[in-house]
């Protein structure tokens, strides 16, 4: 739930503790702290020894720049309740703050003891050149206690594999998804091959001409059309280690975090390249300065462009595919020579394309009497989102029929054709403002093929 649905139901309930926790969270996760600490106040009133409201209240005192009290608060929960694993993670990533490594290893140990879903590898290698000890406290089964060497046992080697699992990277090697998986968009596929395939496959030659493998593509168009697809087809072709980025694995609420942890994936990618790195909803990290003002946001571009122009390593072999629903929002730094320089309009599938997702919608269901090509015509300017959402309309509405008659009742043709005029195009409203942008923005030629797309340039 979103915290407006949650301050609705607390209104109705103002004394629910474990409401007011949620709420409380949600307020930190908006950074509204002020708004949180009333809120986990309000539960000790409730609750006076209520650990996670004790826990909370320490995290923020620590935000406020009182990292002594806050330890003082968490020493008291752990003292009160010895079994609180998040007390003990808490009080570990305070005493490192403060320089102490030998008492955050302690304090560390102590949580992953209480609870093995508390161990992080990032953390632990923080402790360690902090001054920790190498050597990890763990319980035997008859309750004993002793250490063993800390070290990584990971798919990737080392430390790499420390930050890959940290940050939460899905990593894959010669990813098993290829342009023969993609139905149609055939143009589209000419456009990555040229721009990205063969010069990753034929380096020697574009380096001939003076280009170089790797650089940045910027997959752009309306949602749900195929562009993380497109992608992942894409590190199949060059049979390239794949890595795919969502903002929970940048975006951090401790400052420099975040900016650490974007130069650790490029770290990463440039180690195993020839790589692909895939940042998804890539607006969000890389929007427009002018709208940020004074906020922590610009640091994190500014490093984001450094680290696409290899300001502090050599980025050959590694490409960064990024995919946005709304390029215009992007900072134009990011759009100039050997950043995001290339960029592939993806459109709403073809028919070919949406013959395709049809039959594949249609697998494993009980569908009969289908013509996919008619209702591929039907269905023009729908993006695969929106095909998909006429199968779930066709499926529900059989389900109703199925569960009255007790018994499986197909899906016809005829069906699915019905549901799809229910189903309104979703890139209708996409291409409404992105005609805006192309027709009026568009000094660089950037969306020409928008504009092309729309029959409103030749």
Not at 2 to 24: F, G, R, T
Not at 115 to 139: F, P, Q, V, Y
Request: glycine residues 8%.
């Amino acid at each position: 739930m979103d915290l407006e649905s949650l301050k609705a139901a607390l209104a109705a309930s103002p004394d629910n503790v474990p409401l007011l926790l949620l709420v409380a969270k949600a307020y930190e996760d908006e950074f509204e702290l002020a708004d949180a600490r009333a809120a986990y106040d309000h539960v000790l009133s409730l609750e006076p020894g209520n650990t996670d409201a004790m826990v909370r209240i320490a995290h923020l005192i620590d935000l406020e720049g009182r990292t002594s009290e806050a330890v003082l608060r968490v020493e008291t929960v752990t003292q009160q309740a010895p079994d609180c694993a998040a007390a003990w993670i808490l009080l570990a990533r305070l005493q490192l703050k403060e320089g102490d490594g030998k008492d955050a290893r302690a304090s560390y140990d102590r949580a992953v003891s209480l609870d093995a879903s508390l161990e992080n590898d990032n953390l632990l290698e923080k402790i360690i050149r902090s001054g920790g000890t190498g050597k990890r406290t763990a319980m035997t089964s008859d309750g004993q206690l002793h250490e063993e060497n800390w070290q990584d046992s990971g798919g990737l080697e080392g430390l790499d594999g420390v930050a890959a699992r940290e940050l939460e990277l899905e990593f894959k090697i010669n990813t098993d998804v290829a342009f023969k998986d993609v139905g149609g968009m055939e143009q589209v596929k000419e456009d990555i091959r040229m721009k990205i395939i063969h010069p990753l496959k034929n380096p020697d030659l574009f380096k001939a001409y003076g280009k170089k493998a790797g650089g940045g593509v910027l997959m752009y168009g309306p949602p749900g059309c195929g562009k993380t697809l497109l992608s992942r087809a894409t590190a199949g072709e060059i049979k390239a280690n794949f890595f795919s980025i969502g903002l929970h694995q940048v975006l951090d609420m401790y400052i420099g975090e975040s900016e650490h942890k974007l130069h650790k994936i490029f770290e990463l990618a440039r180690k195993y390249a020839p790589s692909v790195l895939f940042f998804d909803e890539i607006d969000a990290l890389a929007a427009d300065r002018r709208d940020l003002k004074g906020s922590a946001g610009r640091t994190l571009i500014n490093q984001f462009l450094a680290e696409l122009d290899g300001a502090e390593a050599n980025n050959e072999g590694v490409l960064v595919l990024g995919a946005t629903n709304a390029p215009w929002h992007l900072d134009s730094a990011f759009l100039r020579p050997g950043r995001f320089d290339r960029l592939i309009f993806v459109p709403p599938p073809d028919q070919v394309a949406r013959e395709e997702i049809v039959k594949i919608h249609s697998k494993d269901k009980p569908v009969v009497s289908l013509d996919e090509t008619a209702l591929a015509k039907k269905t023009d300017g729908f993006s695969g989102a929106d095909i998909t959402a006429v199968f779930d309309h066709a499926t529900e509405s059989k389900l109703e029929e199925a569960m009255k008659q007790g018994k499986i009742v197909p899906i016809t043709g005829k069906d699915l054709v019905k549901a799809a005029k229910k189903v309104k195009p979703s890139t209708r409203k996409w291409f409404e403002s992105a005609k805006n942008y192309a027709l009026y923005a568009n000094q660089s030629g950037f969306y020409d093929d928008v504009l092309e797309f729309m029959g409103l340039k030749k």
